[in-house]
């Protein structure tokens, strides 16, 4: 596998806002294939703007074009009956990771989800971020929203675009593997895991035309539960540690670690301004409660907290010094809780480039003006009820992590 996580030169980054311009992006690339299409997404909602999704995929497969897609089983239990038809009849091979089965998630090994979203096109082009395949304007448990969700993708042309195939690629294998081996075939199992370590071809991308954005120093950051099971808490508190001037974290899910905890309290009491732009509307009990009781310390070493309460905040995005010598920005599925840090596949891009941190700083800088609300030192002395709930909530998930034998 060619994976590296150093950061190296030659990258074509651009930043995607929101479900409406990745959708687009994603299409457009789709329609484009020629070769493969290999996706992941934990949510692939058939409702909305995301059909169109589904539509390139099927016209892709009906060209010719081998496709691939990945779901989560407790983000996508299924696919609706009609677009498994049509998925059969056009040639689109599909799985479900981690399917849940009888006792769903009273299991703590099922708690292992699959929360990437990437995609690849003809070893050429490549998507990671925070956004599933979900119409911005729609919620499965909220339903219709007055705003769209707040989230953020890139798109990816350079080397990084091979780690990312191989990526889902041995991932694709291992459950075809998996599949095979239930269904007691053992030669295709065998030949599907040996297979697992054979890239897919990727080529370099083409010349750049003139008055192309500079080339970006990019890396894949992956978390899984072999082989890299830190690697993306430890490159924040790398970055973090090594700010001198400004961190701005936006985040869905928050509860850091006691280590990611002090970074930010480090970085505070040392001068560095630092900012987190965090869930201010309330989605899911545990992911909104367990996250409160951590403010208190992060407020008192000076770090502002803004909660985002235009719509759902669904980014997974940070920056550092974007105006300095060694800027830094990551975009990514990772929340920076437990379930994305200690159980989920995840991948986050890094991008150390000036241009492209200064273009994402500047649109947090615009929703914590304009769209989000400060919480004050005075959050401490909220209604005995709100601060009960959160220290239930915060302690349900220190059980749920005992279960899994993590400390956190």
Known sequence: MRHNP?????????????????????????????????????????????????????????????????VDGVGTPQLPEVWRVRFAL????????????????LIPSRWRRLHRKLCVVDGQTAFCGGINILDDWYDPHHG??????????????????????DSMSQLWWRLQGAKNAR??????????????GLPLPWKPPLPLPDGSPPPSRAALL??????????????????????????????????????????????????VRVRLLLQGRYEYFMQYHAARPVYGTLLAAGVEIYEYD??????????????????????????????????????????????????????????IASQSTPVLAAFGQRLWHQRLRDRLAFGLMRMALFLTGHRY
């Not at 589904?54 to 016209?59: G, I, N, T, V």
């Not at 219709?144 to 195939?165: K, M, N």
């Not at 082989?227 to 509860?255: D, S, W």
């Open 183 to 196: 269904e007691r075939k053992i030669p295709q199992a065998l030949h599907s895991f040996i297979t697992a």
């Open 6 to 70: 150093a950061l190296r030169d030659g990258h074509q980054i651009r930043l995607i806002e929101g479900g409406q311009d990745y959708f687009e992006a994603l299409v457009a690339a789709l329609n484009q294939a020629r070769s493969h299409v290999l996706l992941e997404t934990y949510i692939f909602d058939l409702h909305g703007a995301a059909v169109r999704v589904a539509e390139a995929l099927e016209r892709a497969a009906l060209r010719g074009v081998r496709v691939w897609l990945v």
């Open 310 to 367: 235009a719509s759902f905040l669904h980014a997974k995005v940070a920056v550092v010094d974007p105006d300095n010598e060694r800027p830094w920005a990551t975009v990514g599925s990772s929340n920076l809780d437990p379930l994305s840090l200690l159980l989920a596949r995840e991948a986050n891009v890094v991008v150390a480039d000036r241009q492209f941190a200064q273009q994402l700083h500047r649109r947090l800088i615009q929703v």
């Open 90 to 105: 056009a040639g689109v091979d599909w799985r479900i990771y981690a399917p849940l089965g009888a006792l769903g998630l």
């Open 222 to 271: 992956l978390r899984d539960n072999v082989l890299h099971r830190t690697q993306i808490e430890r490159a924040y508190r790398k970055a973090i540690g090594l700010a001198r001037h400004e961190v701005v974290i936006a985040n869905a899910y928050f509860l850091p670690g006691r280590r990611l905890r002090q970074a930010l309290v480090h970085a505070a009491r040392r001068g």
């Open 144 to 165: 219709s929203l007055a705003r769209p969700r707040l989230d953020f993708a890139v798109s990816a042309q350079g080397e990084l675009v091979g780690h990312i195939q």
